[in-house]
């Protein structure tokens, strides 16, 4: 019934959200279904997933719809969503697409697990997730962290005009203060915990990212600007350090990012702390930063 209940209140949500008389009731909705999708991936028993939902997919991605509408005219700000009905059948068509996709491997059995389980004590980490993100399958995740530093290349390269910066909400002010020192928290023990459950540098850097879009928002930190030579070097840090370790291996070991045994668990410590450090900075960037001075 639970189950149930989430999925009805998922749809509802998801209706709501594109019929919404309002851009910000649209927006406030998207959020909690982003919320609830979260808690749906944990009753899957899915809670990497269930982490990234609520760090991005509601979280930073709420932030950055939020950012985005505060910055615009009142009257956009009151302004009723575009073709809803168009919207909705888009997205029931891409969904039937999907649903239709998958229906074939159901049936179908991994045949991850039994290839990662025997080289668990080899991978210097106790979660699977980890070992495969960071060991087994290393290059898919330092190309995914190629992706986003040319992502925020490409958005501070379309988009270098300045915006000021809105007005703080008085209930996201008051909220700030309060829930800063419990995200950075809250971020290093996801980032910790990495190495034995979920967690991980993605869902860390992201919440920490959240975070400090909440305080620009406020104003509370100062401007985050690209010139910036400590922000600049915390955006390139976790992709060097992750070149550095694969050139190292193929110089020195057995090969790119095979680990030797003795050093895998140093290894993949400094590649999601600095990680996390990267993902941070660039996610706060795509957000928050200030696009004008790469033209000079």
């Known amino acids: 019934m639970v189950d149930l209940a989430i999925g009805l209140i998922l749809v509802a949500l998801a209706i709501g959200a594109l019929l919404s008389s309002t851009l910000f009731g649209s927006l406030t909705l998207f959020f909690a279904f982003g919320m609830l999708m979260a808690v749906a991936w944990a009753r899957l028993h899915a ?6 939902e609520a760090a991005i997919g509601a979280g930073l991605t709420g932030a950055l719809l939020f ?8 009257e956009v700000i009151k302004e009723r969503l575009r073709h809803p009905l168009s919207v909705a059948l888009v997205c029931a068509a891409i969904l039937a697409l999907l649903v239709v996709s998958l229906l074939p491997s159901l049936d179908q059995v991994s045949p991850l697990p039994p290839m990662v389980g025997p080289r668990m004590d080899a991978s210097g980490v106790d979660y699977p997730v980890t070992a495969v993100l960071l060991n087994f399958r ?3 995740t330092l190309l995914e962290i190629a992706v986003l530093l040319l992502a925020l290349l490409g958005v501070k390269v379309l988009l270098p005009t300045h915006t000021p910066a809105p007005q703080p909400w008085s209930l996201l002010l008051g909220w700030s203060k309060t829930l800063a020192p419990v995200i950075v928290v809250v971020g290093g023990y996801l980032l910790w915990r990495g190495s034995r459950g979920a967690g991980g540098a993605f ?10 879009v909440m305080l620009r928002l406020n104003h509370v930190l100062p401007e985050i600007r690209w010139s910036q030579l ?34 895998s668990k140093a290894l993949i410590l400094a590649i999601e702390t600095t990680a996390t450090i990267s993902i941070a900075a660039t996610l706060t960037l795509l957000v928050e930063g200030e696009g004008d001075e790469l033209q000079s």
């Open 47 to 52: 809670p990497d997933l269930a982490l990234a």
């Open 67 to 74: 950012n985005a509408l505060n910055k615009s005219p009142p």
């Open 138 to 140: 290393g290059w898919d």
């Open 203 to 212: 869902q860390a850097g992201a919440l920490l990212a959240a975070g400090a």
């Open 230 to 263: 400590l922000l600049r070097i915390s955006v390139l840090i976790g992709l060097a350090t992750f070149l550095t370790v694969a050139i190292a291996t193929a110089s020195f070991g057995d090969g790119w990012l095979t680990y030797p045994s003795a050093y």
